[in-house]
């Protein structure tokens, strides 16, 4: 775990000092001497004990091995595509600061982060996920932590903020990103999944629309909206990582109503949104 311009936050409620490195690097402290063990492999685990709704918050274990093995499979590839191409038309690069918001197994930042060269921060509430990432991807500061709650970094220092079908929390994105910086949002869209919706139907579906982000989005101004849809032919098994990745909280069921095809095509659509921070 290293910073470059970055400055972290401590996370204990109503501390927020900068926390730096121990000389060994095993461990990060703030002035009010909290501190925090780097893990073996190598992320900072800054998640308070009263922030968790469950002993093991977030992804299993096994949900981010379904991932990992989804987006090795290139399944989403136009939406990592689609990501790319708008970071590199912002023109970020070695000098830019970058932290993707529930950034899961880390596959999004650390590809980016290995064309780009910027500084990247994958934050999640999911242990089994950033020790995975960080396993992975050794350039990017990998963070467990509630970004509901707060975002582990000193105001105004970061250039680009991804939230990929990720939490929305805009008053930190506001405090932690420098004037002018941008959020782009993949939230999805009516029709992403819709052949599983088909077949759970009467099941409500909360859909992420544009309008409301947009009206969350206070001190921002929409710079592009954009649909991102594409269609996979699923095999068994990739379907059963959708199933595990999409539906972890199913019912019995819902699952079993799932479960009853052996391939299938599946639509995947999002709405791309992206933000910049207003300079005043
Ligand atoms: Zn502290």
Not at 101 to 124: K, P
Request: charged share 25%.
């Amino acid at each position: 775990m290293q910073t470059r311009s970055v400055v972290l936050a401590c996370s204990v409620r109503g501390c927020g000092q900068p926390l730096l490195p121990s000389q060994d690097r095993r461990s990060w402290r703030c002035a009010r001497s909290h501190c925090f063990d780097v893990a073996r492999s190598g992320y900072l685990n800054l998640l308070q004990p009263n922030e968790r709704r469950s002993r093991a918050p977030g992804d299993s274990e096994e949900t981010v091995a379904a991932r990992r093995r989804w987006m090795k499979s290139g399944r989403s590839a136009p939406l990592i595509e689609a990501v790319r191409e708008r970071t590199l038309r912002l023109g970020l690069g070695r000098e830019s600061a970058v932290l993707d918001v529930g950034c899961g197994e880390g596959t999004l930042l650390g590809s980016l982060q290995m064309e780009f060269g910027f500084e990247a921060y994958g934050v999640d509430i999911s242990q089994p996920a950033i020790d995975a990432a960080a396993r992975r991807w050794t350039d990017c500061g990998w963070i467990v932590a509630n970004a509901d709650i707060a975002l582990p970094f000193q105001s105004g220092s970061l250039d680009l903020v991804l939230s990929i079908t990720a939490r929305r929390h805009p008053q930190e994105f506001a405090r932690v990103l420098k004037a002018g910086g941008h959020v782009l949002y993949a939230v999805p869209a009516e029709d992403d999944q819709v052949e599983l919706r088909e077949r759970l139907h009467g099941e409500a579906y909360q859909i992420d629309r544009l309008p409301a982000l947009i009206e969350a989005m206070a001190g921002f101004e929409l710079v592009e909206s954009a649909r991102c849809r594409w269609q996979n032919t699923l095999d068994r098994e990739s379907y059963e990582d959708l199933l595990s990745t999409a539906y972890r909280g199913a019912r019995d069921a819902q699952r079993a109503r799932l479960e009853r095809s052996a391939s299938m095509v599946i639509t995947s659509s999002y709405q791309l949104a992206l933000f910049r921070k207003q300079l005043t």
